[in-house]
């Protein structure tokens, strides 16, 4: 069964962990906004807003590591932690993100 955009006591389910590969990201809708969700090839996962601010760039689709987002677009590079970019461009909005019994669980 497939749960798509249902909210819990403490966040939305997106999809599940299996839909985002290790070491890439996918766009979902949560609560009716775009989110880009991320699954590191540490096992972390991690939670922006969909559009890079700067030109409104698919960041689902950009590279990432332990510490930053890079837009597909340009190059600007955004925190992981705070969603600061390291490029003077401005900042991308993060959300928590966990699993749930093989859900994903992001927190707007």
Do not use: I, K, N
């Not at 939670?47 to 960041?59: N, S």
Request: hydrophobic content about 40%; some cysteine; charged content about 20%.
């Amino acid at each position: 069964m497939s749960v798509t955009d249902v909210a819990t006591a403490t966040g939305v389910v997106v999809g599940r962990v299996e839909d985002v590969p290790p070491g890439e990201g996918r766009a979902f809708v949560a609560g009716g906004e775009q989110v880009a969700v991320f699954r590191l090839r540490d096992g972390s996962l991690h939670a922006t807003q969909a559009a890079c601010p700067h030109a409104g760039g698919p960041l689902a689709d950009g590279q990432s590591d332990v510490d930053v987002l890079v837009c597909p677009l340009h190059q600007y590079a955004y925190r992981w932690s705070d969603g600061a970019s390291t490029s003077g461009a401005a900042p991308v909005r993060v959300f928590p993100v966990r699993e749930v019994d093989g859900d994903l669980v992001v927190t707007l």
